[in-house]
């Protein structure tokens, strides 16, 4: 009978095998082990972050006359520049319920606009308000949140 060692880290496996019978028993225990292998890394690696789910529920904007919104540092680009790409360490994550378009600012700085009932992805690399506001004006959402889940925002 032969015998084959492989070697990995410091774990030592030998697999004795007969190379003119195939080997059933070999075959099951190489896809039990991997098999094994995968469902650990599988879950130990996807319970780093877990989702928080927020309802916002908008309150009525009372802007005085010509006066700029505090809460917003950036506005809409008015000029054509290229963006620089942001991949971020963190997610948020925005749902509209309230069937109005809604302009998505994230520490002040605008971060795009979602229409009536639909859905919105923001990457960042760290976070600690959100601020969402109608484009007519008339309906405002604010909440505080960071990079320690995925958070979910629901617009009401």
Not at 62 to 85: F, Y
Request: glycine share 8%; proline share 2%; with cysteine.
């Amino acid at each position: 009978m032969n015998s084959r060692t492989f070697y990995d880290r410091s774990i030592t496996i030998k697999i004795f095998f007969n190379p003119k019978q195939k080997s059933n028993k070999m075959k099951k225990t190489l896809f039990l082990l991997s098999f094994a292998l995968t469902a650990l890394f599988a879950t130990s690696f996807s319970q780093q972050k877990k989702t928080i789910d927020k309802k916002v529920v908008s309150t009525a904007y009372s802007a005085s006359r010509g006066a700029a919104d505090p809460k917003i540092k950036a506005d809409v680009p008015a000029e054509d520049k290229k963006s620089v790409k942001e991949r971020g360490d963190c997610s948020i994550y925005f749902d509209n319920y309230s069937g109005l378009y809604v302009k998505v600012y994230v520490d002040g700085t605008y971060r795009g606009t979602m229409s009536g009932y639909g859905s919105l992805t923001v990457n960042t690399y760290g976070y600690t308000t959100i601020y969402c506001k109608s484009t007519g004006g008339t309906r405002v959402w604010n909440d505080a949140g960071d990079c320690s889940g995925y958070y979910h925002f629901k617009l009401y």
